[in-house]
Nanobody, 126 residues
Framework: QEQLVQTGGGLVHAGSSLRLSCAAS????????MGWFRQVPGKEREFVAS????????YYRDSLKGRFTASRDNAKNTAYLQMDSLKPEDTAVYYC???????????????????WGQGTQVTVSS
């Protein structure tokens, strides 16, 4: 059973940067395709970014391209989400997720991921 533990997040001003981490324990981390999602109250969880097993494939929500960067360090069993130039509308609970699917049929869909982190709050003030 894979466990994902998230760190990072917090309260920042608009224009600031944050880095979220997602540490995995269990089977080989390199077996997992990783995704990042976010959710605000009353709305569905939405796709933020994803990264393939070998980091060659990274994908982003269109509106976040150029500001958010997904990465991973398989030797450290950790995935990262670097968030720059943060805006108030980025305020949400952010989740990392992992799937063993290969290939991943729809990496933008939350229901494609079997394992989830506990979520971390990111609040961006104006």
């Amino acid at each position: 059973q894979e466990q994902l533990v998230q760190t990072g997040g917090g309260l920042v001003h608009a224009g600031s940067s944050l880095r979220l981490s997602c540490a995995a324990s269990g089977r080989s981390f390199s077996d997992y395709y990783m995704g990042w999602f976010r959710q605000v109250p009353g709305k569905e969880r939405e796709f933020v970014a994803s990264i393939s097993w070998n980091s060659i494939g990274t994908y982003y929500r269109d509106s976040l391209k150029g500001r958010f960067t997904a990465s991973r360090d398989n030797a450290k069993n950790t995935a990262y989400l670097q968030m720059d130039s943060l805006k108030p509308e980025d305020t949400a609970v952010y989740y990392c997720a992992a799937t063993l699917q290969s290939p991943v049929l729809n990496f933008r869909a939350a229901n494609q991921y079997e394992y989830w982190g506990q979520g971390t709050q990111v609040t961006v003030s104006s």
